[in-house]
Nanobody, 118 residues
Framework: QVQLVESGGGLVQPGGSLRLSCAAS????????MGWYRQAPGKQRELVAT???????KYADSVKGRFTISRDNGKNTVYLQMNSLKPEDTAVYYC????????????WGQGTQVTVSS
């Protein structure tokens, strides 16, 4: 059974930091491109950051310089370090795994709420 379980969300003041984690089980983690997406109320889900199995990373323009994605293949976990948080970063954050092997499946986590407010 495949599971992606996010943790680390919560309420933080503007300018603060949070670190999200996504622990994967039931997949061969090191062949997956991992990503973080977010969805704010009334908006479409959007890409935040991705990291390939060779640790190449990409970021949305809105988070460049503030967020850092990383992975620990030994722990089957991907992280999102979020600094200098803004109210517009408020959203449910989802973890996604995309297989980099043809024919593989993609998986989503259930999401974790991040609220940036004073």
């Amino acid at each position: 059974q495949v599971q992606l379980v996010e943790s680390g969300g919560g309420l933080v003041q503007p300018g603060g930091s949070l670190r999200l984690s996504c622990a994967a089980s039931g997949i061969t983690f090191n062949i997956y491109r991992m990503g973080w997406y977010r969805q704010a109320p009334g908006k479409q889900r959007e890409l935040v950051a991705t990291i390939t199995r060779s640790t190449n990373s990409k970021y949305a323009d809105s988070v460049k310089g503030r967020f850092t994605i990383s992975r620990d293949n030994g722990k089957n976990t991907v992280y999102l370090q979020m600094n200098s948080l803004k109210p517009e970063d408020t959203a449910v954050y989802y973890c996604k795994g995309n297989s980099e092997v043809p024919g593989g499946y993609d998986y989503w986590g259930q999401g974790t709420q991040v609220t940036v407010s004073s």
